[in-house]
């Protein structure tokens, strides 16, 4: 069975650009989430979408954006990029929304802005 | 808000050594408590967790038990191997219906043969 799948892997953009990073969770998964991981630090929680709806969102601002299409895939978009977006980007799948859900993590997408 | 709290790193130790990582956490309700394993060119693996009180979780020869009275959730191996290099993260789930996962900063484990 296929995990979680992120593209692309890598991907270098220059400031004031935007950015599309992809997901797809595991088959019969309803819910993804978005998480940052900046060098040396833990994820912090961008959004979580179940069913196509947002169901919870972290302290971004708003040039962050998300969506969940009908096949439960999920695209992250950043706009007017700035060098502190450089990190790696996890996608978290989970059958649900719950509390202690065991979620699955994608290998990510490594952003570098310039 | 919630917040997890790791001992600093980096951590080396030789093989068949003991280990323990600290966590504390700071949270309102009951959350879950969980350790992440990130090996390196990896993505994050669940490794153990514990979804109340006194629960111990376990996995690969680690161990953690969810200590509500100290707010810890410290990690234990008794041998470590040169395969458990790699970065752990500490992290808890709120006890909302929609729950994300509230990471520590990690710590970086490297074990010498």
């Known amino acids: 069975d296929a995990g979680v799948t992120q593209s692309p892997t890598h991907l270098i953009k220059t400031r004031g650009q935007h950015v599309t990073l992809r997901c797809s969770p595991i088959?019969?998964?309803?819910?993804v989430s978005w998480y940052q991981q900046v060098l040396g630090q833990g994820p912090q929680f961008i959004f979580q979408?179940?069913?196509?709806?947002?169901?919870g969102r972290g302290n971004f601002p708003d040039r962050f954006s998300a969506r969940q299409f009908p096949n439960y895939s999920s695209e992250l978009n950043v706009n007017a990029l700035l060098l502190g977006d450089s990190a790696l980007y996890l996608c978290?799948?989970?059958?649900?929304?719950?509390?202690?859900?065991?979620?699955?993590f994608g290998q990510g997408t490594r952003l570098t802005v310039v | 808000g919630d917040s997890v709290t790791q001992m600093e790193g980096p951590v080396t130790l030789s093989e068949e050594a003991f280990l323990t990582i600290n966590c504390t956490y700071t949270?309102?309700?009951?959350?879950?408590l969980f350790w992440y394993v990130q090996y390196p060119g990896e993505g994050l693996q669940l490794l153990l967790k514990a979804t109340k009180a006194d629960d111990k979780g376990s996995n690969k020869g680690f161990e953690a038990t969810y200590r509500k009275e100290t707010t810890s959730f410290h990690l234990e191996k008794g041998s470590v191997q040169v395969s458990d290099s790699a970065v752990y993260f500490c992290?808890?789930?709120?006890?909302?219906?929609?729950?994300?996962?509230?990471f520590g900063k990690g710590i970086t484990l490297s074990v010498r043969p």
């Open positions: 992290a808890l789930s709120d006890s909302g219906a929609n729950s994300k996962l509230t």
């Open positions: 978290a799948s989970s059958f649900t929304t719950g509390q202690g859900e065991k979620a699955f």
């Open positions: 088959s019969g998964h309803k819910s």
């Open positions: 949270a309102t309700g009951y959350p879950s």
């Open positions: 979408y179940y069913e196509k709806e947002e169901r």
